[in-house]
T-cell receptor
């Protein structure tokens, strides 16, 4: 079956540091890949997505590139802010009538001043 | 404003007492689903619905029921809750081709 593996958290960084959160996947087909973010006390929000190999998703300074050869979708940001503190989830889904998001376990990011 | 609304946000109940968590979306989405979030396990799908009167099991359906009588509503029913159903629950909706799933704010359920 399909699965998503994320790096263990929590990740603690100082403001303006570079962020990488690793995500790898196992898939039987050709999924779309997503990063969702969950701020404290809230539901998940889509951060960015990529629908095919070599696509780069980007939003709010975050980027991730769909790498089919390494089955990876690592999240990066050049300079994190305190407001980026949240839990980040990598996920995959297929286009189709029974689409379902398969999530990783989430990575908590804590950014300090 | 596009949104998914869940109620209640917090609920403490006793073992065996039936409860319903409501979910409503205002985006005319066909696809709705329920997830539970547990530490170290991420989000796991409980049930999903592809349209009115069409529902199916997700990865962890035991102990839960759902119904989809109207397109906008997708309630989650626990007929006889048990402590292992203590969790954070999320409802989500999306269009048939999933460009983005919209999530509710979550329901934190404690079963004692």
């Amino acid at each position: 079956g399909d699965s998503v593996t994320q790096m263990e958290g929590p990740v603690t960084l100082s403001e303006e540091a570079f962020l990488t959160i690793n995500c790898t996947y196992t898939a039987t087909g050709y999924p779309s890949l997503f990063w969702y973010v969950q701020y404290p006390g809230e539901g998940l929000q889509l951060l960015l997505k990529a629908t095919k190999a070599d696509d780069k998703g980007s939003n709010k300074g975050f980027e991730a590139t769909y790498r089919k050869e390494t089955t990876s979708f690592h999240l990066e940001k050049g300079s994190v802010q305190v407001s980026d503190s949240a839990v980040y989830f990598c996920a995959l889904s297929y286009t189709g009538t029974a689409s379902k998001l398969t999530f990783g376990t989430g990575t908590r990011l804590q950014v300090t001043l | 404003e596009a949104q998914v609304t869940q109620n209640p946000r917090y609920l403490i109940t006793v073992t065996g007492k039936k409860l319903t968590v409501t979910c409503s979306q205002n985006m005319n989405h066909e696809y709705m689903s329920w997830y539970r979030q547990d530490p170290g396990l991420g989000l796991r799908q409980i049930y999903y619905s592809m349209n009115v009167e069409v529902t199916d099991k997700g990865d962890v359906p035991e102990g839960y029921k759902v119904s989809r009588k109207e397109k906008r509503n997708f309630p989650l029913i626990l007929e006889s809750p048990s402590p292992n159903q203590t969790s954070l629950y999320f409802c989500a909706s999306s269009s048939r081709v999933p460009t983005e799933a919209f999530f509710g704010q979550g329901t934190r359920l404690t079963v004692v």
